[in-house]
């Protein structure tokens, strides 16, 4: 029952996606105003959320946040028993990371999670700096595309800043990606913070991007460091939403203009208190998004 329960919550997630969904809430008038859901990808509640998922997962909620991405150590769990967490949490869960390593092996999980889109979240490390390993990657995305869409679900691909270095010819692993995969099987989840890091502009990889993009990470960028293309160190300047670099209001305005389905708050590292970050993320957030 609860399987079949999941799917038809999918299926009306899916259904009404174009429509762009929206929780209602009161302004002083008294009048509903629309109010898009805004998630948090699990990852960065990591330190926390395995010790007590349910407990988390309840203040997670309560901060505002209405949908959450999942990631890998949180399938230890049997599928049915996270989602149950999840929806008694008062949350829904539109999208999972899965590893590259075993990824087909989990779309039978994931179905019974009840994702709607199963997310690659990076290249194996012998992958990410060669030619050879983009090429390999996207036919190998476009073999998953397939096997996710038959399963019912969508397949995309979460960036980091690795895929943008240019080769001697100029072109990017990420350009690869898109260039050697099909649009109807292969989409993106395009992470923000590593696109501004890599040195390009979110909001002009939006636009080229188009449709191929659907879901978005949220996260910001300190100011005045150079790009890189390493994942080390010398890349890791994260902080909260609207404490950095990022131009958010142009963002979100183009993503919401082109309908992008998801926007996930993520962040790879915080000061402190992870519960704290995010919650100061989307404070911020929900005075910019409609």
């Not at 008038?29 to 010790?51: C, D, F, M, S, W």
Request: hydrophobic residues 40%.
């Amino acid at each position: 029952m609860m399987l079949r329960v999941m799917l038809t919550r999918r299926n009306f997630l899916k259904s009404s996606a174009a429509a762009l969904p929206v929780l209602a809430f009161h302004n002083q008038g008294g009048l509903a105003k629309p109010h898009r859901p805004i998630g948090v990808q699990l990852y960065t509640v990591r330190n926390v959320i395995e010790k007590d998922p349910p407990g988390i997962l309840k203040q997670i909620s309560a901060i505002g946040y209405q949908q959450v991405e999942t990631y890998w150590n949180l399938y230890t769990h049997p599928a049915k028993e996270l989602a149950q967490m999840i929806s008694d949490a008062g949350l829904s869960v539109p999208s999972g990371h899965f590893d590259y390593d075993g990824l087909a092996g989990k779309i039978n999980y994931a179905n019974q999670l009840g994702v709607n889109w199963m997310v690659c979240p990076m290249l194996l490390p012998n992958m990410q700096s060669s030619w050879e390993g983009f090429r390999a990657a996207a036919r190998q995305f476009n073999e998953w595309g397939k096997l996710v869409q038959n399963a019912g679900m969508q397949f995309a691909f979460h960036n980091h800043d690795y895929e943008f270095k240019p080769y001697n010819n100029g072109k990017t692993g990420f350009q690869v990606l898109l260039d050697e995969t099909d649009p109807n099987l292969v989409f993106f989840e395009m992470d923000c913070y590593w696109v501004t890091q890599a040195g390009f502009d979110p909001v002009e990889m939006l636009h080229k991007l188009g449709k191929r993009v659907r879901m978005l990470h949220l996260k910001d960028r300190k100011p005045g460091f150079p790009p890189s293309y390493d994942m080390g160190e010398s890349s890791s300047h994260f902080t909260e939403i609207g404490h950095g670099s990022i131009n958010w209001k142009a963002v979100i305005d183009t993503a919401q203009s082109m309908g992008i389905e998801y926007y996930f708050v993520e962040q790879d590292q915080t000061p402190g208190n992870p519960l704290a970050s995010i919650r100061s993320s989307y404070q911020y957030l929900r005075t910019i998004m409609a």
